[in-house]
């Protein structure tokens, strides 16, 4: 009779700090974030958690055009982190998110990249991409990806958008862009500063910096959508990104802060 007392003791133990448990990591975060801030957003989701071990983050990455159509259709995300400022306010304007939950909390620039084994010398600037050696040029797609859309601009603001369109591959968004140059899909690429400053490409290849005057800013915005609405959980993030540490990490990764021009 003990043993099926201490039997049963233990089951509900097991019970009681397995529900427990579960409730501590019920809670989460499900993301929808522009693909040119994935490493980024991977190591503020790391940092966040330490701090907050009950709050899970999902992050599903794309480009913000594909996911401004996906949450019209009612893809079930609590922010949107995206890279052109026209999506965010859209949704807010259709009831889709929540107002006065709208922010630029960063602005991203580009590069024009090469491989490292590359001949081509990436001080020459952008004139760069009329080289023999460039038989292909990846951007991201401009119709809905912001960072192809200032790839475009800046070709066009530099005289070199006729030349170079037969070269031109094209990336669903910046991070299989960014793949493409990568994996030698491409010669060089023009991809977001953040990703060439990640660690899979910052040994790989040599970029040059393309200048902000070339191209409209790329603002990044997030905003709260409905399914977010009240969570603390959601709160606490955007506190974070906009915190020390948060700070920091975009800053790291070449993102400068509005208003300033410059990483803080």
Not at 38 to 66: L, W
Not at 180 to 201: E, F, Q, R, V, W
Request: with cysteine; hydrophobic share 40%; glycine share 8%.
């Amino acid at each position: 009779m003990k043993k099926i007392t201490g039997f049963c003791l233990i089951i509900i133990l097991i019970l009681i700090f397995g529900f427990s448990a579960f409730v501590r990591a019920s809670e989460n975060i499900l993301i929808a974030s522009a693909s040119n801030l994935r490493f980024a957003m991977h190591d503020i989701c790391h940092d966040f958690q330490e701090e907050n071990p009950s709050i899970q983050t999902k992050v599903s990455y794309g480009s913000s055009g594909n996911f401004f159509a996906q949450i019209k259709q009612g893809a079930p995300f609590d922010i949107f982190f995206s890279a052109d400022a026209t999506y965010p306010e859209l949704l807010e304007k259709e009831g889709l998110a929540v107002k006065e939950m709208r922010e630029v909390y960063a602005v991203g620039n580009i590069v024009l990249w090469f491989p490292k084994e590359s001949k081509v010398a990436p001080d020459t600037g952008m004139h760069a991409v009329t080289s023999s050696e460039v038989m292909k040029l990846a951007i991201a797609n401009p119709r809905h990806a912001p960072y192809g859309l200032a790839a475009e601009e800046s070709l066009r603001y530099y005289g070199l958008w006729e030349e170079v369109k037969r070269k031109l591959i094209y990336g669903e968004n910046i991070s299989q862009t960014a793949q493409y140059i990568h994996t030698g899909a491409a010669d060089a690429g023009i991809i977001a500063l953040s990703l060439a400053n990640s660690s899979k490409m910052l040994h790989e290849g040599k970029y040059w910096m393309i200048p902000d005057e070339s191209h409209s800013d790329i603002e990044q915005v997030y905003v709260v959508l409905k399914r977010g609405k009240g969570k603390k959980s959601v709160r606490k993030f955007l506190d974070f990104i906009h915190g020390k540490n948060g700070s920091n990490i975009l800053s790291r990764y070449g993102f400068v802060f509005p208003g300033t021009g410059e990483n803080r």
